[in-house]
């Protein structure tokens, strides 16, 4: 049965090498790659390659002038193919540069295929440096559709922290600072070395989309944990009081811009009922509405609730404000944690204003409405 695995990363180098040794240590593997750089003539160009060198070339028309669309399109059909042949043991699809893993596996296993890995490859001494990239996609020519308004920093952040394995590239460049960040910035994550690592087998082990779209759920999304070392920290920050929408909104730029990751989930007293995801990377901050607490719903409504969720709001129940909270982590070499500490601390409510209950904080001037698109 043919086995899908999928390779990411801006990366390049780094994971041209993972899906190289993948070729050559799995017998009968094969790698497609659609590139998506050539979209602006209007066609995807994709290449099935093995061990020896390309097999196949072909092109794909652009859907809805987006190449992702058509690389959605045209991927399914070539891995049918491929597990119809019978002959190949391995399909490795490797994403383009600019390419998420979570969409890309979601297409692959909706489809029905037997997805066994999700690897992003990552160059230890290129990770600051890109977290730390604030610049468009489409200014470094690595839009995904004309619509395209990531950033080269949020964009890695997500590939890096969506798979479970990182097939990380030997570099003379990395320190110990660089491999402390790599490290904290997902602890969960197998690190395989590209050198001399079992690369092979991390790709055959098994993936489980739905566990992975749950970990990275705003409400029940698996944290870094307290850390420290060589040079690199990552804060946790958890707090029961609400954020005076105000006094954060005016912090915002300092708060961002005090680490090179942040990420997690927070509330705000004129919307106490509606759990806000925290995302930013690179200066750049996405703020989104992830839908209600779980504190906020009728008992009737659980029962529609995943129960990683409900598992999530249990382990983190308070009596009087059940699952709200502010749960907000913070990694990056140089931490001012005190400062970062005070600045946060800062912005919640005062005693009086704590004390003055849910229905004067909805009165709160409310801050966030033009960020949150309302």
Known sequence: MLSVAIVGGLHADARRAAVDRLL????????????????VQGTVVRTIRDSGGPVSTGEAPLVNDCACCALREDLVPELERLAEDGTTRLAVV???????????????????????????AVDPALVLPYLGNGDDLAEAGLAAAATDQRTIADTFARQLEYAPVLAVAESDEADDEDRALLA?????????????????????????????????????ALLPAEADECGVSTLVWHRRRPFHPERLYAALEDVTCAAARSRGRFWLAD???????????GGALCVENAGPW?????DAAWEMVPPVRRAAAALDWDPEHGDCCQHLVFTSPGLDRDGLERLLESCLLTDAEYAAGRTAWKQLPPAFDTLLEI
Do not use: N, Y
């Open 294 to 298: 779980l504190a906020s719903l009728p």
């Open 184 to 220: 904290q910035l997902h602890p969960t994550a197998r690190q395989v070395p590209l050198g001399h690592g079992d690369l092979a087998g991390a790709a055959l082990a098994g993936f489980d989309v739905e566990a992975a779209a749950a970990a990275q759920h705003p409400a029940c």
């Open 24 to 39: 050559t240590d799995v017998p009968g593997a094969v790698a497609l790659h659609h590139d998506l750089a050539t979209a």
């Open 94 to 120: 490797e994403l383009w540069e600019s390419v998420e893993p979570k969409a890309m596996a979601e297409v692959v296993a909706g489809a029905g295929l037997r997805l066994t890995c999700v690897i992003t």
């Open 271 to 281: 919307r106490p009922d509606t759990l806000l995801h925290w995302d930013a990377a």
